[in-house]
């Protein structure tokens, strides 16, 4: 666990499928026309063709699911298949340098992922208010158990891949394979009827399945199929990530976090020398940062990290006098202030942006149809909390097909899937909400709120059991 | 505590006398309805109120079939056939009664067997499943890697259950379903199967002791037999008669009738007396609010019961000789 060999870049919380899956998006519309025309509706289930679970969408929560359900020992026995419309991810030794898209794995989410060569991890979580000097930091006292892991996730689903040829007995996978269409069956049993949800592919092949999950992302075609409505705005914010070089060597294992006007700008550890940014911004400004060159580059990350500018005096002043009040009131509270490492430069081929959204369906579950992952919810980064709860739901959706397959249940019957839905909802919503609040609350310069906010951060900050219980959940 | 006797007593006299009072008329029409009425019932002539004997059963078992079955009865039980399978439907409870029966069927098994396979915990064995109606519980024990015979004397029900489980390839091969009586099948599979399950039929018969005879017959020795039913008291009928059927519609009216139900203390006095060997005896109960059954102490209404075929007793004169295979192995008893 102490090897900073390979650790890589973070992109926070929301998972991105690989390219290639944002391109079935828009294969599938052409698609779609011609594909239902050409198939016989009338194909009759072949054994060969009938599975017990098909998870669309093979990204880290989608391979994740595989893995989990493959390794399940009440599953043995069961077909499961794996459908991916990119390539075999497939990583010998990891490589030299490190990719943009990273996330920050909880130490719940690692359990999960316990096969997995996961490297670099967080000690130190520190947060700061770019109009005032309110910080909260949230560490760990014992430094055994690690706050979060910070890896790329092209390493998590390469490992992911390893596991799953272990189980090819059972747990098939189809890599470039896209889906177009989706048909439902009843909800009852109506004769003369597929009872299976028929999942039909590009190639023209129609599969049978006794339950679907949908890990297809942000854009979910078993979603949108399944006339699932969805709660999503966008943030009209981008995030520009990159790989930074730091000045200096340092231990690094404090992640930083400043809550600008226009955005966070977050620096995740990787290794000694190297961290991952992750800039939230509004679409100009990203776009602007990525047209400049390194060095204003790296100069515009580290004024981002240090500058004052946004202080008002009073502000400032009414941030002090609140501090010197706790600070009587509980002299111990406040942990020494650590100054975040500055930037030298920007690692090779990186600096890439993406659009940030709030997204929440208001169903995980139809019959025969779950969906887990940035499918279900989607979040901002700033809490590094989407992949999370993406591995969440892998968790206790194997846990509850687990169950029911020890009980004889028929694997897509409502009954355990709405109890996966209670649950996890039950989960996410306050997390999703407490992510929105912060962006809504940090979005602004309007005095009123910069005090509250940082008479808020300051007051949580000097309470080391409320952070305990944020840091808890959290880690789930 | 003697007015309870009194009540039941009269109860018992009031049901079958023609003697109507303004408590007991509807019961006793119901009475009346659910003796030519079967809904999920195990054998239909059972439903006479001659009591047959077994050699009579055997002999006229077709016949018997044919000629006194009523088509008004027949008709209702195809409506009912197709309903099987309606979630929401009057079968509702007996769906999730899974959530019950199963685990206690696949424990009690898995206890006596282990393990047999991951995935499939219970392949190798083999199940009949008596009044199986429309395979609700046969299919769940089929997909735990069982051999089950369900077996119902409603052809539809039968056919019911196997339309529903021919699509999907692990249920054709493990579940097959017979259009027949426990008798029929006696006589051609004796101690053929692992275990019987008779789950909520046992109330349903007039004829216990030919019940429990044909299932010694079709057990191995060390079977096991699995009955659900419900408890014959006040307390049964206020809430699986009164309640069930005729307020809350949890089950259609009629479907139940109070004095075909048997006491814990009974039931297992019989099978004691058929060579079985009572293991287990617990508590049901139904929510109608939440739709969800639960294991409870008290066995006053629903119960479940699990014996045990016992193996061949030794014969007297070779008491010496068989007493070590009585006992556990590695353990020689002194009995000098």
């Known amino acids: ?37 050409e198939r016989d509706e009338k194909s009759s289930t072949s054994e060969n063709e009938l599975f017990d679970i098909i998870i669309s969408g093979g990204g880290m929560v989608g391979t994740a699911m595989a893995c989990s359900l493959g390794l399940d020992p009440n599953l043995a026995g069961k077909k499961i298949l794996l459908l991916e419309a990119g390539h075999k991810k497939e990583m010998d030794k990891v490589p030299e340098t490190y990719s943009t898209r990273v996330s920050s794995i909880s130490p719940g989410s690692a359990a999960l992922l316990s096969g997995t060569d996961l490297c670099s991890f967080l000690n130190f979580l520190s947060v700061w208010d770019a109009c005032s000097d309110a910080l909260i930091t949230f560490d760990k006292e014992n430094l055994q158990d690690k ?30 394979t896209k889906v177009v269409k989706y048909t439902w069956p009843h909800p009852y049993h109506v004769s003369e009827s597929i009872p299976w949800v028929q999942v039909t592919l590009a190639n023209g092949k129609t599969l049978h399945t006794k339950l679907l999950i949908g890990a297809d992302g ?100 009414a941030g002090s006098l ?40 208001t169903e995980y579950i139809r019959h025969r149809v779950a969906i887990i992952g940035d499918a279900a919810h989607r979040v901002h980064p700033l809490a590094g909390q989407g992949a999370n709860l993406g591995f969440g739901d892998v968790a206790y959706l194997t846990k509850v097909l687990s169950q029911a397959a020890f009980n004889g249940k028929d694997l897509g019957a409502m009954q355990h899937l709405l109890e996966f839905e209670t649950e996890r909802q039950r989960h996410n919503l306050p997390m999703m909400a407490a992510v929105d609040l912060m962006k809504r609350l940090y979005s602004t310069n309007a005095a009123p709120l910069v005090l509250l906010r940082t008479f808020g951060l300051q007051a949580t900050n000097t309470l080391p059991p409320f952070k305990e219980q944020i840091m808890a959940y959290a880690s789930k | 505590m003697y007015s309870k006797k009194l009540a039941r007593l009269a109860f018992g006299v009031l049901a ?79 769906h999730s009664m899974n959530d019950l029966r199963v685990p206690f069927i696949r424990d009690n098994l898995l206890n006596m067997h282990g393990i047999r396979q991951l995935g499939k915990p219970l392949a190798g064995l083999r199940i009949l499943d008596v009044g199986c109606g429309g395979g609700v519980l046969s299919e769940p024990l089929g997909r735990l890697g069982t051999d089950v015979l369900g077996i119902d004397p409603v052809e539809d029900s039968v056919r019911t259950a196997e339309l529903h489980s021919s699509y999907d390839p692990d249920l054709r091969e493990r579940v097959r379903y017979q259009a027949c009586t426990l008798e029929e099948l006696a006589e051609e599979e004796a101690e053929g199967f692992h275990a019987v399950v008779a789950s909520e039929v046992v109330e349903h018969l007039a004829d216990l002791d030919a019940f429990a005879s044909c299932c010694q017959q079709v057990l191995k020795p060390g079977g096991s037999l699995f009955i659900t039913t419900i408890n014959k008291t006040n307390l049964s009928y206020v809430f699986g008669i009164v309640a069930a059927e005729q307020l809350l519609r949890i089950v259609p009216s009629g479907t139940h009738d109070w004095e075909k139900f048997i006491s814990p203390e009974d039931l297992e006095r019989l099978l004691e007396s058929f060579g079985f060997y009572v293991e287990a005896i617990r508590g049901m109960m139904y929510n109608p609010l939440t739709g969800a059954w639960s294991w409870q102490q008290n066995t006053a209404i629903n119960y479940a019961l699990h014996a045990i075929k016992c193996k061949e007793e030794p014969q007297p004169g070779q008491v010496w000789a068989e007493s070590e295979n009585l006992d556990k192995p590695g353990r020689a008893t002194n009995y000098s």
């Open chain 1, 147 to 176: 706050m979060a892991y910070i890896v790329e996730n092209d390493v998590i689903v390469a490992a992911l891949t390893k596991q799953l040829q272990t189980l090819s007995d059972h747990v098939e996978v189809q890599y470039r």
């Open chain 2, 16 to 94: 079958e006398s023609t003697f109507k009072c303004p408590l007991t008329r509807s019961v006793s029409s119901r009475v009346n309805a659910a003796r030519s009425l079967c809904s999920w019932t195990l054998c239909l002539h059972h439903r006479q109120k001659n009591q047959l004997s077994e050699g009579l059963t055997r002999l006229n078992v077709r016949t018997v079939s044919q000629t006194t079955v009523d088509p008004a009865e027949v008709r209702k039980f195809q409506a009912m056939a197709s309903k099987w399978w309606d979630l929401q439907g009057d079968f509702a409870a007996l």
């Open chain 1, 322 to 361: 609140f501090r010197t009040a706790l600070s009587v009131l509980m002299p111990d509270s406040g942990s020494a202030h650590q100054l975040p490492p500055s930037v030298a430069g920007i690692g090779p081929k990186s600096r890439v942006m993406f659009p940030l959204g709030m997204g929440h369906a």
């Open chain 1, 218 to 317: 942000p854009n979910s075609m078993v979603r949108r199929e399944a006339g699932i409505p969805t709660v999503k705005w966008n943030y009209n914010q981008s995030a520009v990530v990159a790989v930074l070089h730091l000045s200096e060597p340092t231990e690094n294992n404090v992640a930083w976090q400043r809550f600008l006007p226009t955005g966070p700008i977050a620096m995740l550890p990787l290794s000694d020398t190297e961290s991952s940014l992750v800039w939230s911004t509004s679409h100009q400004h990203a776009e602007e940062l990525l047209q400049l060159d390194e060095e204003s580059f790296v100069d515009a990350i580290n004024s981002a990290f240090w500058s004052n500018e946004n202080h008002s005096e009073l502000v400032e002043t």
């Open chain 1, 1 to 37: 666990m102490l090897t900073f060999a390979k650790a890589k870049l973070a992109v926070l919380g929301i998972i991105r499928q690989c390219v290639a899956l944002r391109a079935l998006n828009g294969a599938q519309a052409v698609r779609r026309g011609f594909a239902s025309t």
